[in-house]
Protein backbone atom coordinates (compact mmCIF):
# COMPACT_ATOMS: atom_id res chain seq x y z
CA UNK A 1 0.00 0.00 0.00
CA UNK A 2 1.27 3.52 -0.65
CA UNK A 3 1.52 6.10 2.12
CA UNK A 4 -0.96 8.17 0.43
CA UNK A 5 -3.95 5.16 0.71
CA UNK A 6 -2.25 4.56 4.26
CA UNK A 7 -3.28 8.21 5.13
CA UNK A 8 -6.65 8.37 3.80
CA UNK A 9 -7.82 5.12 5.42
CA UNK A 10 -5.63 6.36 8.87
CA UNK A 11 -8.07 9.68 8.47
CA UNK A 12 -11.58 7.29 7.84
CA UNK A 13 -10.83 5.63 11.56
CA UNK A 14 -9.69 8.82 13.23
CA UNK A 15 -12.83 10.46 12.05
CA UNK A 16 -14.71 7.44 12.61
CA UNK A 17 -13.70 7.09 16.15
CA UNK A 18 -14.66 10.95 16.67
CA UNK A 19 -18.10 10.27 15.14
CA UNK A 20 -18.03 7.64 17.47
CA UNK A 21 -17.80 9.36 20.73
CA UNK A 22 -19.71 12.25 19.33
CA UNK A 23 -22.91 9.87 19.06
CA UNK A 24 -22.25 7.97 21.86
CA UNK A 25 -22.74 11.07 24.05
CA UNK A 26 -25.99 12.18 22.17
CA UNK A 27 -27.03 8.64 23.57
CA UNK A 28 -26.04 8.72 27.08
CA UNK A 29 -28.31 12.26 27.60
CA UNK A 30 -31.57 11.05 27.42
CA UNK A 31 -33.75 9.64 29.62
CA UNK A 32 -36.83 9.56 28.90
CA UNK A 33 -38.00 6.42 26.09
CA UNK A 34 -39.64 9.08 23.20
CA UNK A 35 -36.20 11.42 23.45
CA UNK A 36 -33.91 8.09 23.42
CA UNK A 37 -35.71 6.46 20.78
CA UNK A 38 -35.60 9.71 19.03
CA UNK A 39 -31.70 10.43 19.28
CA UNK A 40 -31.12 6.85 18.67
CA UNK A 41 -32.86 6.57 15.50
CA UNK A 42 -31.32 9.91 14.63
CA UNK A 43 -27.72 8.47 15.42
CA UNK A 44 -28.02 5.35 12.90
CA UNK A 45 -29.42 7.47 10.76
CA UNK A 46 -26.31 9.87 10.58
CA UNK A 47 -24.50 6.22 10.86
CA UNK A 48 -26.40 4.75 7.53
CA UNK A 49 -26.02 8.20 5.70
CA UNK A 50 -22.19 8.17 6.13
CA UNK A 51 -21.77 4.96 5.04
CA UNK A 52 -23.81 5.45 1.89
CA UNK A 53 -22.09 8.79 1.27
CA UNK A 54 -18.86 6.89 0.63
CA UNK A 55 -19.82 5.57 -2.32
CA UNK A 56 -20.80 8.88 -3.94
CA UNK A 57 -18.68 11.30 -5.53
CA UNK A 58 -20.66 14.59 -4.35
CA UNK A 59 -22.93 13.57 -1.27
CA UNK A 60 -24.60 16.74 -2.36
CA UNK A 61 -26.65 14.55 -4.33
CA UNK A 62 -27.47 11.90 -2.09
CA UNK A 63 -28.42 14.73 0.60
CA UNK A 64 -30.83 16.11 -1.96
CA UNK A 65 -32.45 12.79 -2.45
CA UNK A 66 -34.01 13.23 1.29
CA UNK A 67 -33.99 9.46 1.87
CA UNK A 68 -36.04 8.01 4.64
CA UNK A 69 -34.95 5.92 7.33
CA UNK A 70 -35.51 2.71 5.39
CA UNK A 71 -34.52 3.54 1.88
CA UNK A 72 -31.06 4.49 3.37
CA UNK A 73 -31.25 1.22 5.46
CA UNK A 74 -32.41 -0.50 1.44
CA UNK A 75 -29.60 1.76 -0.33
CA UNK A 76 -26.73 0.52 2.04
CA UNK A 77 -27.45 -2.91 2.38
CA UNK A 78 -27.38 -2.95 -2.02
CA UNK A 79 -24.39 -1.32 -1.54
CA UNK A 80 -22.19 -3.96 0.29
CA UNK A 81 -19.87 -5.28 -1.57
CA UNK A 82 -18.70 -7.81 1.47
CA UNK A 83 -21.35 -8.04 4.04
CA UNK A 84 -20.17 -6.17 6.99
CA UNK A 85 -22.94 -7.00 10.07
CA UNK A 86 -24.85 -9.90 10.08
CA UNK A 87 -28.74 -10.21 8.71
CA UNK A 88 -30.35 -9.51 11.95
CA UNK A 89 -28.67 -5.96 12.58
CA UNK A 90 -30.57 -4.81 9.56
CA UNK A 91 -34.06 -6.26 11.17
CA UNK A 92 -33.42 -4.61 14.16
CA UNK A 93 -32.79 -1.32 12.05
CA UNK A 94 -36.63 -1.81 10.80
CA UNK A 95 -37.78 -2.66 14.39
CA UNK A 96 -36.26 0.39 15.45
CA UNK A 97 -37.90 2.72 12.71
CA UNK A 98 -41.38 0.85 13.71
CA UNK A 99 -40.90 1.90 17.75
CA UNK A 100 -40.04 5.83 16.10
CA UNK A 101 -42.82 5.48 13.93
CA UNK A 102 -45.15 4.06 17.08
CA UNK A 103 -43.72 7.30 18.89
CA UNK A 104 -43.77 9.54 16.74
CA UNK A 105 -47.67 9.41 16.40
CA UNK A 106 -48.42 8.51 19.66
CA UNK A 107 -46.50 9.83 22.58
CA UNK A 108 -47.82 6.59 24.51
CA UNK A 109 -48.19 3.74 22.70
CA UNK A 110 -50.04 0.51 24.65
CA UNK A 111 -47.37 -1.40 23.65
CA UNK A 112 -44.44 0.48 23.74
CA UNK A 113 -42.68 -2.37 26.17
CA UNK A 114 -43.10 -4.82 23.75
CA UNK A 115 -41.58 -3.16 20.81
CA UNK A 116 -38.93 -1.97 22.96
CA UNK A 117 -38.56 -6.07 24.20
CA UNK A 118 -38.95 -7.30 20.35
CA UNK A 119 -36.27 -4.50 19.13
CA UNK A 120 -34.09 -6.44 22.20
CA UNK A 121 -34.60 -9.43 20.79
CA UNK A 122 -34.32 -8.97 17.33
CA UNK A 123 -31.08 -7.37 17.89
CA UNK A 124 -29.67 -10.42 19.33
CA UNK A 125 -27.71 -8.45 22.17
CA UNK A 126 -25.36 -11.15 24.00
CA UNK A 127 -27.18 -12.46 26.62
CA UNK A 128 -26.08 -10.47 30.03
CA UNK A 129 -25.01 -12.03 33.36
CA UNK A 130 -25.12 -8.61 35.35
CA UNK A 131 -27.68 -8.42 37.67
CA UNK A 132 -27.71 -4.94 36.76
CA UNK A 133 -28.16 -5.78 33.34
CA UNK A 134 -30.80 -8.64 33.33
CA UNK A 135 -33.25 -6.00 35.75
CA UNK A 136 -32.27 -2.74 33.77
CA UNK A 137 -35.39 -0.03 32.86
CA UNK A 138 -36.98 -0.09 29.61
CA UNK A 139 -34.38 3.21 28.92
CA UNK A 140 -31.29 1.05 29.73
CA UNK A 141 -32.43 -2.07 28.01
CA UNK A 142 -32.63 0.68 24.85
CA UNK A 143 -29.51 2.22 25.37
CA UNK A 144 -27.69 -0.88 25.11
CA UNK A 145 -29.45 -1.84 21.85
CA UNK A 146 -28.21 1.36 20.95
CA UNK A 147 -24.79 0.91 21.81
CA UNK A 148 -24.66 -2.32 19.74
CA UNK A 149 -26.23 -0.94 16.77
CA UNK A 150 -23.70 2.01 16.82
CA UNK A 151 -20.79 0.09 17.55
CA UNK A 152 -21.99 -2.45 14.53
CA UNK A 153 -22.76 0.36 11.69
CA UNK A 154 -19.97 2.66 12.64
CA UNK A 155 -17.59 -0.42 11.44
CA UNK A 156 -19.99 -0.42 8.70
CA UNK A 157 -19.50 3.05 7.71
CA UNK A 158 -15.67 2.94 8.29
CA UNK A 159 -15.23 -0.32 6.42
CA UNK A 160 -16.99 1.50 3.47
CA UNK A 161 -14.87 4.46 3.07
CA UNK A 162 -12.14 2.39 3.38
CA UNK A 163 -13.04 -0.18 1.08
CA UNK A 164 -13.64 2.89 -1.48
CA UNK A 165 -10.75 4.70 -0.54
CA UNK A 166 -8.82 1.48 -1.42
CA UNK A 167 -11.06 1.19 -5.08
CA UNK A 168 -10.67 4.77 -6.08
CA UNK A 169 -6.63 4.53 -5.13
CA UNK A 170 -6.65 1.17 -7.17
CA UNK A 171 -8.34 2.59 -10.31
CA UNK A 172 -5.93 6.11 -10.23
CA UNK A 173 -3.11 3.70 -9.78
CA UNK A 174 -3.50 0.82 -11.81
CA UNK A 175 1.02 -0.24 -11.02
CA UNK A 176 -0.56 -0.12 -7.36
CA UNK A 177 -2.29 -3.43 -7.99
CA UNK A 178 -0.32 -5.32 -10.03
Request: hydrophobic content about 45%; some cysteine; charged content about 25%.
Amino acid sequence: MSPQYESVAAQAFIEGDARSERLLRLLAEPNDLVSLVLRGHLVIEELLFAACAAHCQDEEHLKSARLRFPQLVSLLRALEKIPAVPPHYWDALLELNSLRNALAHRLEPSDVEDRVQHLVQTARLPPSTNTKEVNASLCERLKRVFYFLVGGFEVVAVWHQAVETLIAHRALNPENHK
